[in-house]
């Protein structure tokens, strides 16, 4: 996989959280991005466009981060879903991996996070 | 460290009003520090010896450095690191006073040495330690008011002003807390954490205050009044309070529940219970937090 072929949706409720990420994601030569502000918005522009990974908020208006995870997994199966939440206790954290999330990064996340996290999917490790 | 509560060490003292420390923060951008306040700050001399230089001073046309130098309380390398040394902004706020007419400059020395000495500043060794010395801090800050603030409350504030100095900057005071039944929110955000215990705190300012306070939190100027500037403030919230979920559930084992965070603009809060205002002075204008236990 290439990072100018990836597409990234982002599901978050603070508009300055998804320019963090994307500002961090550009930076490493991804620039396809989709954005929600609510967990309704993720599945619906999932179900239309099937992006490669999925950025997703617990704490969100209308349809919070666990009640969608389970839903874009009836979509797709491998969904490819990274939790980004403020939420980060130990209980939380293990719910959302049964979940069926791949990862969780707790918020404020630092740059590496994601870098990590991007390079691993573009070596095709995960 | 932890200098920022001097500002309210001078009101309870009964020294300052509130309206004079504010006008001082307002105005500490205005740099007419004083050599020898820096020199008792940094432990180099004492008020004695800062007077007898300041009236040698008075019959000798010569700078404070030089002569502090010849009585042999400063080394030259001293007094060449105290003079390129960051300011500390009680120490502006200090001499703001002082040129308000407010305090005497020696009865302001001797307000930071017995700040100092009741706060075992010098002593501090360890992170542990300066956590607790703010702890107790905090307790001070919250003995005006008459309500009894729950443990839980001193270690999220602890964390609070951790996260302000981290995500905002240290060059902040804490005003006095007041109990109130309504407030009218400007530019606010406000979250609601339920489960064993709860709280909802609010984060309001004014404008120009939040263009200022969004520009330290996202690290780039902003000039004009967007989305990305509500989101700073309910960010910043949110943040403080998931990271507090986090500790408490570590140090605990108590899981409690954050709802979304929510924006507002130009309402009332009010409240059938008393709520606390902690209003924290910036230089760039004041930051409200509202609590709802």
Redesign the interface.
Known sequence: MKAENVTVLIGD?????R?QLKDALTSLGINHFLDASDGQEVIDLYRTHHPDIVFLSL???VK?GNSTIPELLGIDPEADIVVV????????IKQTLQLGAKEFI???FHSQQITDIIQARLEGSV | MYAQFFGNYLLSKHVVTPEQLIQAIEEQHIRHIKLGLLAIHAGLMTVEQVDKVLIRQAHENRRFGELAMEEGFLTEDQLRSLLKQQIPVYLLIGERLVENGVLTETRLEELITSYQKENHFEHLSNADEQQENLQALIRSLFMITTLQIPERMINYLTLLFNNLVR?IGDDFLPLNPTLISEHVANHCSGQIINGEFSLTAYLDMEEDAALAFASRF?GSEILEYD??VD??I??FL??Q???F??NI??EESI?LF????VNFENTMISSSGDMILLPIAYPFGTINFLFKL
Do not use: H, R
């Open positions: 409720n603070s508009v300055l959280a320019k704490l969100m208006p919070d939440s403020s939420m980060g206790t130990q209980s939380q707790q918020k404020p | 995500f996202m989305e990305y989101a700073s309910g960010d949110n943040w309070n998931g990271l979920n986090v559930s570590n899981e954050l709802n979304p965070v």
